[in-house]
């Protein structure tokens, strides 16, 4: 049964530290995304890569956050400095292109982030 | 821009049916899901419809209107377990916007005994 996978599953830091997370796509699947969830915001996507190329980033502050796909199997979300107000649930999900159903995310576990 | 509403909360009897609705305005239009999200888990997903019309899946039924910008997530037969958040989520038109979901904020619907 494959799985989107991401590490850490829970994280707590302090306002200004660095914090990276970790998604492992679906093997085969070439498009993943990034996501943050909030009770106030709802689900917003941060960034969108299609073979390991950034698409649309245009939802993350690009002054502190950053993600990356070093390899196919790999992506990565990085926020220096952290803030209080990065305190969510961070999902990474990955798919296949195209138009049809067989499109849809599968979402990973999810990173759920607690800025002090 | 896309805009997408849909009820914050529903309240349903175990073996009812629920309806619920999803309106959305959107600069391209190129399919609309259905995900379901139990709290503290991430979403899964439900349905999935690009043309107009009712789409069956057991106890789940999706339907679209592309001219009205509407849909609705029919849930029958009722069980505790539905008891989730619903996400509709819009996917827009090439080439600006491939693949990429604009979610609404969600329909937490409780489901009573």
């Known amino acids: 049964d494959a799985r989107v996978t991401q590490t850490p599953r829970h994280k707590v830091t302090e306002m200004g530290q660095e914090v990276t997370m970790r998604c492992q796509p679906i093997?085969?699947?070439?498009?993943v995304f990034w996501y943050r969830q909030t009770m106030m915001q709802g689900l917003e996507l941060l960034a969108y890569?299609?073979?390991?190329?950034?698409?649309?980033d245009s939802g993350m502050p690009k002054d502190r956050f950053s993600a990356e796909m070093p390899d196919a199997t790999l992506a990565t979300l990085k926020i220096q400095p952290s803030e209080p107000r990065d305190s969510a649930v961070y999902f990474c999900?990955?798919?296949?292109?195209?138009?049809?159903?067989?499109?849809?995310?599968?979402f990973g576990p999810g990173t759920r982030l607690t800025v002090t | 821009g896309q805009n997408i509403d849909q009820p914050t909360e529903m309240t349903a009897t175990e073996g009812a049916i629920v309806q619920i609705n999803c309106t959305y305005q959107?600069?391209?239009?190129?399919?609309l899901f259905w995900y379901q999200q139990h709290a503290g888990e991430a979403p899964t997903f439900l349905s999935y419809?690009?043309?107009?019309g009712l789409e069956e899946k057991g106890r789940f039924s999706s339907f679209l209107s592309r001219s009205k910008g509407y849909s609705y997530l029919l849930l029958k037969e009722l069980q505790m377990k539905d008891s989730a958040s619903y996400l509709c989520?819009?996917?827009?038109?090439?080439?600006?916007?491939?693949?990429?979901?604009?979610f609404g904020q969600g329909t937490t619907l409780q489901v009573k005994p």
């Open positions: 959107t600069s391209g239009f190129n399919g």
């Open positions: 093997l085969g699947h070439n498009t």
């Open positions: 989520a819009v996917r827009g038109l090439p080439p600006s916007n491939t693949g990429k979901l604009i």
């Open positions: 890569f299609r073979n390991r190329a950034p698409l649309d």
């Open positions: 999900a990955s798919g296949r292109p195209g138009t049809d159903p067989e499109s849809e995310q599968y």
């Open positions: 419809n690009v043309l107009d």
